[in-house]
């Protein structure tokens, strides 16, 4: 039996359904928004609307925007001719915020994985070829992050890039800047030994 | 300088601005109502929309309500003359669901509360009164939460309602069923010896 009117038991549900919510914090997010002041509930379902409704991604990396080519992709000062590979557009605002890559983007929505029936075709692999295909690019840098999934993604992406005149690199992985030797997990230390450089 | 297109902030902001939504779990709900099926995202806004509407207090009890009066205020086989006051909704709802309560409820909407500037007109106090005054009512059973602003709110009320011949009760605050002396914290201890009982 419902305690409360069918249609905030609905809006309860709606929040159920968002991920990392439980039932608890979804009823009492639904009484948040019962109670919030004239017009800002509708502001929040306008603004739900407004970012379906424009959003998209951009043709060139598949980036989001809600213009008609993302601010990277039209931005002149950006090197065009290295590609940043990145799993989900997350990952785009994570590098952004180091202030320390200057070149463009290739958002591919997904890694390669086989468990969750997500194959190449599932992600957007072919339109990255075709840029690269498309010639003027020197570089390919592999963002996707160092688990199987990511790593086995990198390693799919850098054989079909092969026949191209392009360089692909993986970002380096290793132990975290003010971390230490102690605290650091086993399949990290592994990546570190691997990347080690002369000095 | 943000990095996600501008309405996709704006809903990243949304989702930030409720309670016990961090930023980085505002991004990944707002990542989500992106990637949701055709359809979806909409009715979630209509969600909102209709809760607002539709969502009102009820006239009797102010407890929340999409009809005339509330369901247990319209329920039959309630017992009318019996008020349990709660301070929240949500309240109501944890009663309800022990099974074990069949008079009907008064929800007060807040309690009084001193440091936060809550006073007995700012909380559903006259309303209460009325429902008193207007006859019929034998018992008031206080169940505010056993802290320091729902104990005070519990005395307040009790000392309005001493003119009407009505009992005024309050729930009993103790140990909890299946917990252990071991683990139980002073001030319920200090309760539950309080309101010890003759066996």
Redesign the interface.
Known sequence: ?P??????E??ID?FAS????GRK?A????????ALPEGE???????????????HTCPVCQN????EICAVCADDRRDKSVICVVA???D??SL??SREYNGVYHVLHGVLSPMSHVGPDDIRISELVKRVAGGDVHEVIMATNPDTEGDATAMYIARLLKPFDVRVTRLAYGIPVGSNLEFTDDATLVRALEGRREM
Request: no cysteine; hydrophobic share 50%.
């Open positions: 039996m305690f409360f009117p069918t249609s905030f609905e809006l709606r968002l991920p990392g919510i914090s009823q009492r997010l639904a009484f948040h928004v019962l509930a509708e502001a929040f379902a306008e603004t739900i609307l407004r970012a379906r409704r424009t959003v989001l925007t809600d213009g989900e557009a997350r785009v605002a952004e915020r």
